[in-house]
């Protein structure tokens, strides 16, 4: 229920967790076990949320409701999540590349929202209504969207992306980004999927199951 901006060090030995405010937040991780980030506000909408530090330590955010950023130099070693909540925002992860590995789980925002997101480091995304802009995402993106509820557009990266259909409505998936495309997809793809705007190499994998039309 704070709602001043927050700037903290965390330097934890033992699990953690840390409930950031409605004004903007900026957290150092420095610990080394799990710091778990609440951006979802007690009361009202959280803030921003910036990043920074060395934690050996996983860090996790979860329910973000506002933009979260990854200082530039960020330098932890342990594994990043971010799990964002039914909002449109940006996760920006700039150009640190030290996690062990970095995962954006958006399944909670609905399909009227926009996750939009930036960043050098290879990342896993998960999706299901929302639309996911990752048209400046310089790394490379592993992505699974499961839109059984609407249709929903996904913005490929400028380098690769492996992205796996598993919805029932429609998907299309934007190659404006520039970047190399592979699309897999179990049964449960019923949905049609349709590639725009394809700039690079679109493969099909060959253990490719879906069942809608392929455009």
Known sequence: ?????????????ADATFEIGT???????????????DADAAAGTAGALTISGAATGAVSVTGAE?????????????????TTGDASLTVALGTSTSSSSTTVNATAAAADKTITLTGADAVTVTSNDADIDASAYTGAITATVNNDSAAATFQIGTTSTDLTADGTNTLTIDGTGGGTLTIDGAATNTGDIAVTAAVNTVTLDDDFLGTGALS
């Open 1 to 13: 229920a704070y709602t001043g901006a927050i700037t903290a060090t965390v330097t934890n030995a």
């Open 23 to 37: 004004a903007a937040a900026t957290i150092t991780a420095n610990g080394s076990a799990a710091l778990t980030i």
């Open 66 to 82: 506002s933009n979260v950023t990854l200082a530039d130099g960020y330098a932890g070693a342990g594994a990043l999540s971010i």
